[in-house]
């Protein structure tokens, strides 16, 4: 049998420890890449809408402004007409948990009676939790949404960036090349190029998501008479940053505090979350990810996993946009496009 040996050159073992300190040094300022990452996602959506101005004569920085101004005005009406029925049903709900928990506890004292003074406990201690979380919620609004975007800091930072990347004629491709060593400057244009068009299909994709689910569960929960059932649309449509199971997470509460009401009622809720979750499978996730993004949804859950356990809410937010790039640095890795 002919024996083979494998060569690996100097300059190939330098390039694999450049690689590899390049991977410690990211992880080790991973907050702010996250940040740098997400401003320049957030620069390259605009992007397209200020050339197309500029080549109407409209000053980019105008259209840039624009932008903005209306983002954050569409954000402050949203919170304006959502937040005081939020409150107003959350407090609701607050005020009733008690009644709640007291069916829960007739129920289970017909079937196991034995069990009714630990549940009893358990049960009194899950609602201080959740008055107390209920709460600081309601009291500092603010707050919470800032801790989401992982602190006031990164959040303006973010906007900062991305606010200045934008204004710039060619600013995304000034401040990428300005990164990359000049061998690489051309593949790397053309490898942020395709990603960002990825990028951006799939937040349009999500988006959608969220509010075809958001509006289809409002419909249903109203129509079978759910009580709080703006809350749970609006929780649904938040929880499709996670695909697939978001869809999980909103329905088993929709259908705990639906079987609170009516065990029929819970059942009835259990199978238009089912319904929902079929229509999602099998109809836009397959469009949205496969089709257009070109990212199975095995992938985008493991990337929404890793994200969140290696920079929390804000790599979250990245997780789908890196996974975007790696997978097309891949594909032209394979095709040996690149060499590393």
């Not at 390259?44 to 932008?67: H, N, Y």
């Not at 008479?225 to 929880?239: E, H, N, R, S």
Request: no cysteine.
């Amino acid at each position: 049998m002919e024996k083979r040996t494998i060569e690996i050159s100097w300059p190939t073992i330098f390039r694999i420890l450049l690689v590899f300190l390049l991977i410690v040094f990211l992880y080790a300022v991973r907050d702010i890449a996250a940040i740098l990452f997400l401003a320049l996602v957030i620069a390259s959506a605009i992007d397209p809408l200020a050339q197309w101005f500029e080549k109407k004569g409209v000053s980019r920085i105008f259209t840039v402004l624009a932008v903005y101004l209306t983002a954050f005005g569409l954000i402050g009406l949203l919170v304006y007409l959502i937040v005081p029925v939020l409150l107003t049903e959350i407090r609701e709900l607050s005020a009733v948990m008690p009644a709640y928990v007291e069916k829960i506890n007739s129920f289970i004292r017909t079937i196991q009676p034995a069990t009714e003074q630990n549940l009893t406990e358990t049960l009194k201690g899950f609602l201080r939790q959740l008055e107390g979380s209920l709460g600081l919620v309601a009291s500092n609004s603010l707050e919470a949404v800032i801790a989401v975007f992982g602190g006031i800091t990164s959040l303006v930072l973010t906007v900062v960036i991305s606010f200045y990347l934008s204004i710039q004629p060619r600013g995304i491709d000034n401040f990428l090349r300005a990164l990359t060593p000049l061998h690489y400057e051309e593949y790397v244009m053309d490898l942020w190029t395709r990603s960002k068009r990825k990028i951006g299909r799939w937040a349009q994709g999500q988006l959608l998501l969220g509010f075809v689910v958001g509006v289809a569960v409002y419909i249903g929960l109203l129509l079978l008479g759910v009580k709080y059932a703006l809350v749970l649309a609006i929780i649904a449509g938040i929880a499709e940053l996670m695909p697939i199971v978001g869809v999980l997470i909103s329905g088993t509460i929709a259908v705990l505090l639906a079987a609170v009401q009516d065990l029929f009622l819970g059942a009835m809720v259990l199978l238009l979350f089912v319904i929902i979750q079929q229509f999602e499978n099998h109809v836009i996730v397959p469009q949205v990810m496969r089709k257009i993004v070109g990212l199975s949804p095995v992938v985008v859950i493991l990337s929404l996993l890793i994200g969140f356990r290696l920079g929390g809410i804000l790599g979250m937010l990245i997780s789908v946009p890196v996974a975007a790039m790696l997978s097309e640095f891949w594909s032209d890795f394979e095709k040996r496009k690149i060499e590393v």
